[in-house]
């Protein structure tokens, strides 16, 4: 990590833990309950620099056929959601960056598209609860430096990396989380010619920028104090997450796929970091993952940190050999 941004992390924690209280955050959220949590600590929540809607998450996306879109080059990240009787989409990470959460519906199906960056974590959940459909909005919080997302309807706080709720009347309410994954624009063209790509947002953003150069590359994440990994692992070090196993990437690669645990996890080059060169595009290639079951079928799972991994999954198991 720079010596900068090491030095703002530190300053920010500082000021965080300052206000690790929710009787300060009452004011710009009136109508959340902090009565009802499953935060133990307080302090494990931080500011993480934009207000409340600070990043604007997307409604009612607006699409382009892919087979029109020049604007994304071939090896720029997308996450794809393929719904059986529905046209593919791609939610282009060059988009997604900036917004984090994307509300659609595919299919009749009600889904939130979203993605940390700090935590590299990118899934698709069904926006349907035993409450309705909720929207999803980002609250500019971040727990163990994963995104802090809030639903409107109740204004209750969710943690991106296990749809779950954690804070607000929804508390211990969790989202299923469907079946999609990054994988590069040119890997999604070829495989669906007709499918569907997200239109740039009418958002005054640089899209295709890296605002986060440098990051995947970093010793330690931003805001950040939690242990390390075990196993010798490197905290920015990419995993597949599949329930609360984790595969390092550098294994999957280095094996040319794995097949454990009843599923078959893939990798194939060609994608993209985002979270390296200053411009997506040029990213070095950490490849694309795919994970299916026994009949073929795609397996829900996150290609996130290492870091983020043992921080919501403690003990969680890692298929290290």
Same mark, same amino acid.
Not at 106 to 114: D, H, L
Not at 142 to 152: A, E, F, K, P, T
Not at 216 to 241: M, Q
């Given at each position: 990590?720079?010596?900068?941004?090491?030095?703002?992390?530190?300053?920010?924690?500082?000021?965080?833990?300052?206000?690790?209280? !929710?009787?300060?955050?009452? #004011?710009?959220?009136?109508?959340?309950?902090?009565?009802?949590?499953? #935060?133990?600590?307080?302090?494990?929540?931080?500011?993480?620099?934009?207000?409340?809607?600070?990043?604007? =998450?997307?409604?009612?996306?607006?699409?382009?056929?892919?087979?029109? %879109?020049?604007?994304?080059?071939?090896?720029?990240?997308?996450?794809?959601? %393929?719904?059986?009787?529905? @046209?593919?989409?791609?939610? +282009?990470?060059?988009?997604?960056?900036?917004?984090?959460?994307?509300?659609? $519906?595919?299919?009749?199906? +009600?889904?939130?598209?979203?993605?940390?960056?700090?935590?590299?974590?990118?899934?698709?959940?069904?926006?349907?609860?035993?409450?309705?459909?909720?929207?999803?909005?980002?609250?500019?919080?971040?727990?163990?430096? &994963?995104?802090?997302?809030?639903?409107?309807?109740? @204004?209750?706080?969710? @943690?991106?990396?296990?749809?779950?709720?954690? #804070?607000?009347?929804?508390?211990?309410?969790?989202?299923?989380?469907? !079946?999609?994954?990054?994988?590069?624009?040119?890997?999604?063209?070829?495989?669906?010619?007709?499918?569907?790509? /997200?239109?740039?947002?009418?958002?005054?953003?640089?899209?295709?920028?890296?605002?986060?150069?440098?990051?995947? $590359?970093?010793?330690?994440?931003?805001?950040?104090?939690?242990? &390390?990994?075990?196993?010798?692992? +490197?905290?920015?070090?990419?995993?597949?997450?599949?329930?609360?196993?984790?595969? !390092?990437?550098?294994?999957?690669? =280095?094996?040319?796929?794995? $097949?454990?645990?009843?599923?078959?996890?893939?990798? %194939?080059?060609? @994608?993209?970091?985002?979270?390296?060169?200053?411009?997506?595009?040029?990213?070095?290639?950490?490849?694309?993952?795919?994970?299916?079951?026994?009949?073929?079928? &795609?397996?829900?799972? &996150?290609? /996130?940190?290492?870091?983020?991994?043992?921080?919501?999954? +403690?003990?969680?198991?890692?298929?290290?050999?």
């Amino acid at each position: 990590m720079p010596r900068f941004l090491a030095l703002l992390t530190s300053l920010m924690l500082i000021a965080s833990l300052a206000h690790a209280d !929710p009787r300060s955050w009452r #004011v710009e959220w009136p109508e959340t309950n902090f009565d009802k949590t499953a #935060v133990r600590d307080w302090s494990e929540i931080l500011s993480g620099g934009p207000p409340k809607d600070g990043i604007p =998450a997307i409604t009612g996306p607006k699409y382009r056929k892919a087979s029109s %879109e020049r604007r994304i080059a071939g090896t720029e990240p997308v996450i794809t959601l %393929e719904i059986p009787g529905t @046209q593919a989409r791609a939610y +282009p990470i060059r988009y997604l960056t900036w917004h984090e959460i994307v509300n659609d $519906t595919v299919g009749g199906v +009600p889904v939130a598209v979203t993605f940390c960056p700090l935590c590299n974590s990118g899934m698709t959940f069904d926006r349907r609860t035993a409450r309705g459909v909720l929207t999803f909005g980002v609250s500019g919080k971040l727990r163990h430096s &994963d995104m802090v997302m809030y639903d409107r309807e109740t @204004q209750s706080w969710w @943690q991106q990396a296990i749809g779950e709720a954690i #804070v607000g009347d929804l508390t211990g309410t969790k989202l299923k989380q469907m !079946p999609s994954w990054m994988e590069s624009w040119d890997q999604f063209r070829a495989r669906n010619p007709d499918g569907l790509v /997200m239109e740039e947002p009418e958002y005054n953003r640089s899209y295709g920028r890296n605002p986060y150069q440098g990051y995947d $590359t970093s010793a330690r994440p931003f805001l950040y104090n939690g242990e &390390d990994p075990p196993h010798g692992i +490197p905290p920015l070090e990419r995993v597949v997450r599949v329930g609360d196993r984790a595969w !390092p990437l550098t294994r999957v690669r =280095a094996e040319g796929g794995v $097949t454990q645990a009843g599923v078959s996890i893939s990798w %194939e080059a060609g @994608q993209a970091s985002a979270l390296d060169h200053g411009t997506i595009a040029k990213g070095r290639d950490v490849g694309t993952v795919r994970v299916r079951d026994g009949q073929g079928r &795609d397996v829900p799972h &996150d290609v /996130m940190f290492a870091f983020a991994f043992h921080a919501f999954w +403690p003990k969680g198991v890692w298929m290290v050999r």
